[in-house]
């Protein structure tokens, strides 16, 4: 009866510490503070999340042209710009300066002095300082139900991908901005976009789309 009695308990802490974030998170309408970088960047989360099954279901791939929008503190950046070899390139974006210097000081590490095709961009998804229809694919992982005008962002992200160029999407349960998937199916869609593949759980999954823009 006890145990029970704390499981309950626990459970019941857990359940409204979660519903309290997101109350939070969506009065607050911020970006992640950039303190949460170093949870980001952790060991644990890559064991929930890892970065190789994220690569593998947006269809990154060797040479591509590859924009990450609100890559904070580079978590996911390092393994892509590896994924897409020497003739590939990872512009990783973000709107706050302090994740970008996190991700700065990651790449200055010796374990990655081998990385030189990362371009650090600070700015918003609404404004990509790239020409129309230039990048292979554009990803974002934990940062889709972070942006306010989420079509406002797809536009901005359909104009930059070439045309049968793919947006991953991915989403874990545990941000506090987590959208379920209909949620992201539909949106993608009302913009424009081609539903290409969902793959991965509730908990943890990636939603491409394509580009169909000629
Ligand atoms: C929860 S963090 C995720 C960081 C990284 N993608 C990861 O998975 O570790 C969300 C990031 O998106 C960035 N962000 C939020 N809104 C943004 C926007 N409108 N444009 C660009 N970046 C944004 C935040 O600054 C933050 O670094």
New binding site residues.
């Given amino acids: 009866m006890i145990l029970e009695i704390f499981l309950i308990i626990i459970i019941g802490l857990f359940v409204s510490y979660f519903i309290f974030l997101r109350i939070i998170r969506k009065l607050i309408l911020s970006?992640?503070p950039?303190f949460?970088?170093r949870i980001?960047?952790s060991d644990l989360?890559r064991k929930m999340?890892s970065p190789e099954k994220v690569i593998q279901r947006s269809g990154i791939q060797k040479g591509m042209q590859v924009l990450?929008?609100?890559?904070?503190?580079?978590?996911?950046?390092t393994f892509v710009a590896r994924a897409v070899g020497n003739k590939g390139n990872v512009y990783a974006?973000?709107?706050?300066p302090e994740?970008l210097q996190q991700l700065e000081n990651k790449l200055s590490q010796p374990e990655n002095k081998d990385i030189i095709n990362i371009k650090l961009i600070e700015?918003?998804?609404?404004d990509l300082p790239f020409d129309d229809n230039s990048l292979d694919l554009v990803f974002?992982?934990?940062?889709f139900g972070?942006?306010?005008d989420h079509n406002k962002?797809l536009q901005e992200i359909k104009r930059v991908l070439k045309p049968g160029g793919i947006l991953a999407i991915?989403e874990?349960f545990l941000?506090p901005?987590y959208l379920l998937k209909s949620t992201v199916t539909k949106k993608g869609g009302k913009a424009g976009l081609i539903l290409d593949e969902i793959s991965g759980s509730f908990w943890d999954y990636t939603i491409r789309f394509k580009n169909n823009a000629s």
């Fill in positions: 970006p992640a950039a949460i970088g980001l960047d989360r999340q990450e929008v609100g890559c904070g503190s580079g978590a996911i950046t974006l973000d709107i706050q994740m700015s918003s998804a609404y974002m992982v934990t940062v972070e942006i306010p962002a991915t874990m941000d901005d």
